[in-house]
């Protein structure tokens, strides 16, 4: 939920206060381009990158649903920016609509011919499926937020958000891996549940089901 | 250097939601590994056709970030010791670019200058003319 003054500021905005727009630009300046400084070793292209963020804001503003946080809506139009000027600087790869088995450079990758028309989820569901699991999320990771389980939630964040095997965030935490299984077990059923009770179903997130580790990483190389 | 990089890396890296070391590191690996520029298009097509994880989920909605209060105590070693290294393990071992561009925010709010305005003015003046007249 966005803040109750974030809100008020979008209203003014909406209703061209340029007075709201500055005092907009002057909350969240700084905090943008500090996120797109340690990307971009140029302040002056940093700040232009944090610039055009707060023209797309504009131009996006009749879209804007004001149920999400506005830092979250600006820090996404600002990664969108920020990938667009590392693309301009040769960082970033683009996907090629070439097929795969042409000659490509490594920064034009082959597109994937394997684009299954029967797994595609339209946005209005994909909406519904995430705001469900937002939601569930949310919840949990309150719940043992209020009971000072801070160990639980940095186990589920290695595991689903950077993606860690088991046994490798067990070895971090220093915990056994039999409590690392229980961690998950614990979060993955209330997850589950929260599912089922919205009417979504089961195969929404796949992932929650599998008794296995997330997919193992990719190893690099060390050339 | 961390010597794996997992699907979840790879969804944030399209996100930029990496800490920036790590972004370079993949953004150096792909220029060579095959197998990650693959695995890169594949993670590229699931979204393409409407599919999303948990931990994209969790990650786009910061359900684990601390709110802007809490970072501030954070910088001022007030919260009780568990949470501070909660928060502690959020920035550095996450490495929540949102949080960490919150924080270095914080730091450097007590310092703002006329740089700062300098910046803010040239904002203003380059997008006022966006709003609704």
Redesign the interface.
Known sequence: MSQPADQSLVERIRAGDGDAWSDLIGRYDSRLLAYVSCRLQNRSLAEDVVQETFIGLLNSLPNYDGRRPLENYLFSICSHKLTDALRREGRRPTVSISPANSAYSHWQLPANSERASSIARSDERRSIEEQSLRDALVEQLEHWRQRGDWKKIQCLELIIVRGWANKRAAEFLQLSQQQVATYKHEFVGRLCKSVRSQGLPEEVFPEMYLDDDPAEGVELSDG | ?D???????ME?FL???LP?EQ?A?I?A?????E????????T??RR????????E????????CSSREELGSYLLAIL?A??Q??ID??LK??GC??C???L??LR??AT?GED?TR??Q???E???G????
């Open positions: 250097m010597e794996h990089i997992s699907l979840s890396d944030a996100d930029e939601a920036h972004m590191e953004e690996a792909l220029r060579s590994e197998e990650l520029q693959l695995v890169l298009v594949e590229i097509s393409d056709t409407g599919i999303h994880s948990l931990g989920i969790w990650r786009r909605h910061r359900a684990s009780p568990d949470q290294a909660y393990f959020h071992t996450v670019r949102y960490q561009a919150n270095e925010d450097e709010a703002a700062t910046r803010r040239r904002y203003f380059s997008s006022a966006y709003l609704q007249r």
